[in-house]
């Protein structure tokens, strides 16, 4: 591009015919308008030359308020006819490119730099995208038209443009300074190569990221596996075992990978765009999506790992799409088999989930297939998601993390750790999901239903109802590299086998996956739903009049401002009335007039549910719901004696909530909270005593029901305890003892009205144990009887004392004292 006005013209013209055809939009332009500085020159490069890239690249600055890439330029005494330059020089009309030599106009830039030290120049790397996919050879409508690692002609780009001009995307990336290479003074050749070099790679990373690795066939993929050294071995071994042929065994592997691959089509992923933009739109209020940026800085240059929590079907179908619409590489999804149904089971294939057994057990060779297809997807550079939880939450907590798919990832790492691995946690939060009165049913106690493809119709009939908004919180990344060294340093000189797998590797395995539960919790979206929910779960009827909702809802959202839970969790926009009209929308809160007033409560069947929503983010209030506990039996408490109760509490919530804070932090928390529950007008403070308001006072009954929050967990927690302590010394076994708890939870559920399945769950009672076990409260002898520390009675009444009614600890010591009952009832 010259300054000569007819070549400014056809160029302008040659704008408008495209846009005629052509829709664009610039995927992230944060990092470049963040890090501009508008007193410096500025100038665009382009990974090679295109004159279309180029009119698209001129529209977008437009439109973005950016100086235009095709005006003129000064640096220095320097005046540049354009400010753009490419990185490679033209191709010939076969698309060939001769990458020898470097851009002019970079030359000229480094030659004045260098004699000007008060000069700059800001270089922003620019990419277009020309629909987003990755390449494979098995799609002939890939390879004629689709953005991808092969060299582009004239020609192509034509057709590239006519078939995919209506989905074209901009990447602005960071800007570079001119001036920070100059100052290396490695002279000019070199700097102008070192410039090369830098904007090279940042290109080729950015593409890896946008559109994906460069992908092979999937027939040549799966045929690679059975070629692993580790396969090769299993292959053998299955055929000794067996007694079968070699051929026979290598066959049989071939079989489990074709079962497992994925097979990543560009049509699908597109076809799916369409479709889920309208489902999105159609069932929901809107997605918001909270801190992507950070999962867009790292993408280039690192191996990323998604862990979704997992509440819905449609979760990795949404997180798939948000990613493709914001810029980046949708991932190679693990699914279940039992998603491979007929019709389906082929979409999803080739929408990027590959499949896997729910056990490998017993099976080395399937076992063997599937570890170097995962290790082929991280070599390769292929963005993978998993969920942690293994299955979709039924009760709206985050369930225990199975560490399956994390030990894989990490074996795989340590193989190989030349690509640095990020999990990055994401938190998806929905205000109504679309299996709702599914999990009604199983939190009641029915079986849970097979997956069936006649399920997608029944979508349809949920198109009557409104389902709220969906939010999207991405968690802060976990370097892997980062998270070993500080588990195992010099883990990075010790040598890796499979079959010598390091000792340290297991506790590793279970520490990520709690590491992951509690980022992803720490990433939680507090929405309306979840709120009201809490609020009403912790009256004694289900029902508050709307002042007193209103009241509660308020303490809520100026607790969780005043100490937020963490730097990536949210909170709903709006006060407690907009959050209350919301939930009315949404038919999930009923309404009753009277003379006085406007009762709002929930019904049986959404009292239920609504336990869901609230479980959703209990974490968040289970600390200050704690403190506030002490004070219903205690109008006054040390600060010391706080600290105690805590202390003694938090690990068994921590297990079970994942719980954010370390025992090192505690103390700095505990000052917070109780700081903002003075503030709130919850607590006094007296030369360092806290004090309760009046009984009979406002502000007593918001002590209250925010205390009431954690109280069914509290009563599962002295249970245990009194089961154990009735039944004396090495009397039950762990699997005993959870039975009983089982037992005692389903009748005191009857006999005090609690309306909330999860009470009586096995695996919160099973991991209450487990955690008593770890903490050195209970010991196992050699025939698996428990014992329990001398001080556990002492401690378990003081604590419980503080925390729950004279009337419920009656009530579980006499049930605990009928314990030949239960043991009957369990064994029967």
Known sequence: MTRSPLRRLIFSALRRVLYLWVRSETINQSSTTLNLDRSRPVFYALP????????????????????????????????????????????????????????????????????????????????????????????????????????????????TVLILGRKTRVQFSAPIHLRELVQHNKGHERTVRMAQRLMRVHFRNLKS?????????????????????????????????????????????????????????????????????????????????????????????????????????????????????????????????????????????????????RTFKDNPLYTAVFDEYMHTLFSKGFPVEYFVEGGRSRTGRMLRPRTGMLAITLRSFLRSSRTPIAFVPVYIGYERVLEGRTYLGELRGASKKKESVFDIFKVFGALRQRFGKVYVNFGEPIHLGSFL??????????????????????????????????????????????????????????????????????????????????????????????????????????????????????????????????????????????????????????????????????????????????????????????????????????????????????????????ARAITQTLQRFYMATSLLLNSGQHALSAEELESLCVMMAQRLSILHGLNAPEFFDKTLFRHFIQTLVEQGVLYADAGGKLSYHERLSELSEAVAKRVLSAELRLSIRQVALHRETLSTAVIT
Request: charged share 20%; net charge negative; aromatic share 10%.
């Open 209 to 357: 990221a946008v559109i994906g690795p460069d992908v092979s066939h999937r027939r040549t993929l799966v045929k690679g596996l059975v070629h692993g050294p580790m396969v090769r071995q299993a292959i053998r071994d299955e055929a000794e075992r067996q007694h079968i042929a070699y051929e026979k065994a290598e066959a049989l592997a071939l079989r489990y990978g074709n079962e497992i691959a994925s097979d990543y089509t560009y049509t699908v992923i597109r076809f799916l765009e369409v479709v889920l933009s309208w489902f999105w739109h159609k069932i929901y209020d809107g997605i918001k999506v909270n801190h992507i940026e950070q999962v867009q800085a790292i993408a280039p240059d690192h191996e990323v790992v998604y862990v979704p929590c997992h509440r819905s079907h449609i979760d990795y179908l949404l997180l798939s799409y948000l990613l493709f619409r914001n810029g980046l590489t949708p991932p190679h999804v693990a699914a279940g088999i039992n998603l491979n149904m007929p019709v389906v089971g082929g979409l999803l294939r080739r929408g990027g989930a590959f499949f896997m057994r």
């Open 485 to 706: 060294d500080q588990q195992q340093p010099g883990w990075r000189d010790q040598p890796y086998a499979p079959e010598f797998r390091p000792s340290w590797l297991s506790a590793a395995t279970r520490q990520l996956g709690n590491t992951v539960a509690r980022h992803l919790n720490e990433a939680a979206a507090v929405n309306p739903v979840n709120l009201v929910a809490l609020a009403l779960l912790s009256s004694s009827r289900h029902a508050l009049d709307q002042d007193a909702l209103t009241r509660v809802l308020d303490l809520y959202l100026s607790l969780l401002r005043q100490v937020p839970y963490s730097d990536h969790s949210t909170l709903p926009e709006g006060d407690a009335l907009a959050l209350i009209s919301h939930v009315k929308d949404m038919q999930l809160l009923a309404e009753q007039s009277d003379a006085m007033g406007r009762i709002l409560y929930l019904d049986e069947a959404n009292a239920v549910l609504m336990t869901y929503y609230r479980n959703n983010v209990l974490h968040i209030f289970a600390l200050p719901a704690l403190l506030a506990s002490f004070f219903l039996s205690s109008s006054r408490i040390s600060r010391a004696q706080i600290g105690q109760f805590v202390r003694a509490l938090y690990p068994y919530l921590q297990t079970e909530l994942f719980l954010r804070w370390t025992p090192e932090q505690l103390p700095e928390v505990i000052d917070q909270w109780l700081a903002a529950l003075v503030e709130q007008g919850l607590l006094r403070c007296e030369d360092g005593m806290y004090i309760r308001p009046a009984p009979s006072s406002q502000p007593f009954v918001l002590l209250t029901l925010l």
């Open 48 to 159: 090679s030359p295109a004159l279309t890239d180029l009119a698209v690249l001129d529209h977008e600055c437009t439109k973005a308020g950016l100086p235009r890439p095709v005006l003129p330029v000064t640096v220095g005494p320097l005046q540049e006819p354009a400010a753009f330059f490419y990185l490679t020089p033209d191709p010939d009309w076969l698309g060939r490119h001769d990458k020898r030599g470097a851009p002019p106009t970079l030359e000229r830039l480094v030659t004045v730099l260098g004699k000007h030290a008060e000069e700059d120049a800001q270089i922003i790397p620019v990419s277009v995208f020309w629909g987003q996919s990755p390449e494979s050879e098995s799609s002939p409508w890939k390879l004629l038209f689709a953005d991808s690692w092969a060299v582009t002609g004239r020609l192509r780009r034509l057709l």
